[in-house]
Nanobody, 119 residues
Framework: QVQLVESGGGLVQPGGSLRLSCAAS????????MDWYRQAPGKERELVAHITSTGNSDYADSVKGRFTISRDNAKNTVYLQMNSLKPEDTAVYYC?????????????WGQGTQVTVSS
């Protein structure tokens, strides 16, 4: 079983920055994809950023140029650096990690961390 622990959310003023972290622990042989999603009140969960095991990344159009996803494979951790935050970035942010333990693939979600952008 793979557990994900997220941290780094909070309240920030428009134009500010936050850095989210998501650390995976448990029986892990390899991690393939690490993603960040978000869900705002009354809206569906959406993919924000995506990074592969080789470091290739992709972003939702709404965050391109402002958010940066990165990963530390030695620590099984994925980060989301969020700059120039806007009120519309307010949401609960979730990490999603897919990979393999020694017998099976896994697909795990973090508990979510609240990001609020407001003056």
């Amino acid at each position: 079983q793979v557990q994900l622990v997220e941290s780094g959310g909070g309240l920030v003023q428009p134009g500010g920055s936050l850095r989210l972290s998501c650390a995976a622990s448990g029986t892990i042989l390899s991690i393939n994809v690490m993603d960040w999603y978000r869900q705002a009140p009354g809206k569906e969960r959406e993919l924000v950023a995506h990074i592969t095991s080789t470091g290739n990344s992709d972003y939702a159009d709404s965050v391109k140029g402002r958010f940066t996803i990165s990963r530390d494979n030695a620590k099984n951790t994925v980060y989301l650096q969020m700059n120039s935050l806007k009120p519309e970035d307010t949401a609960v942010y979730y990490c999603n990690v897919r990979g393999r333990n020694y017998n099976f693939p896994f697909d795990s979600w973090g508990q979510g961390t609240q990001v609020t952008v407001s003056s």
